[in-house]
């Protein structure tokens, strides 16, 4: 690999290597002033974290590229002096998922180079990806899909053959786990101090992130703002339809978070084949924080990851959670409607 490609992948140990040999020491990557440019890449890379996700834009410049790897550091300095969960899981996530869109337009060689990274030994076969079964087990088992499950997958001799795009799904979660399993790294308290103006900035964004999930901003229950995936999960259970168990949760959990009530979820899930009302009771219950936590319905990442995003559209694009796509809805119709008054009163 070269400087273009650890900027893509910043968090090989190639790549760390790459850095160490760099002529700088790297304490002067958070204070010195000629690297300002760099510490504000970092900054974006947690926000855009925290926002909708890391984009790359590493044009063939070797200066942009170093750039790029360099602000990976940053990035990690910056999330381990916030040290937040929330974030930390977040900011893993989210440079897992913009590596993974790489991976998967790397040459099959590349790949098993990278692979190779994370101790995981791969070989072809008629176009597959063949790894041991254990390491396919170690990734794969937080992937919730039923396609993941170890007996839905082809195995001979301890090996499982896997598709380029599965193989870098595969990928992506090594990453993440390995990003998320390095934070918070321990910073000394002064490169902390150094980077206050950055920090502060991350501190407001993640608290407005935050904020968003806010229980108490959606009191009133507004059915036309529902994203497509609880529309799906809504209309498959007045159908009679049985929900998976991950969606249920969703579900209840996102109609507990927009301010409905227990009684009528209840009321809702009466007409499903399985219905048990103790049971539903003591479900809803339990997320509504019965046992002391209130839960956040799941984001679209998990969503997704659990096969639970249906019927995406334009507006999905623009958010990362259904609660947001609740609120954004929200605010498009009114202040549709609110033009619509202004119009009648002229
Ligand atoms: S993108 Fe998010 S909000 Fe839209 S359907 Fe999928 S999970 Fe629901």
Redesign the pocket.
Known sequence: MDVFKFAYFPFVNAAAKYVEALDFKLDELFTERAFEPIRERGKSRVLEAIGDGITRNINPDEGRAKKELLSYPVARILVSCVNDSYLIKRYALSEAKSAFEKVKELRDDEIKELAADFNIDSSMEEKLFVIHFSDYIRYANVIHEPKWKLVNRNMDRGKVSLSREDFSRIMEEAIRKRIESGLPAAVPPEICESLRQYLEEIRNALTVRKSEFNIEEFKEIMPDCF???MVHALSNGQAGVNLAHSMRFALVSFLLNIGMNLEGIIELFKVSPDFDEERTRYQVNHIHGATGTAYTSPS?AT??TYGN????EAL?DR?SH?LS?YRKKAWILKKGMRGETKKQQI
């Open positions: 994203p497509p995936c679209c969503m997704t995003c249906f019927g995406k999905c958010i259904p796509y």
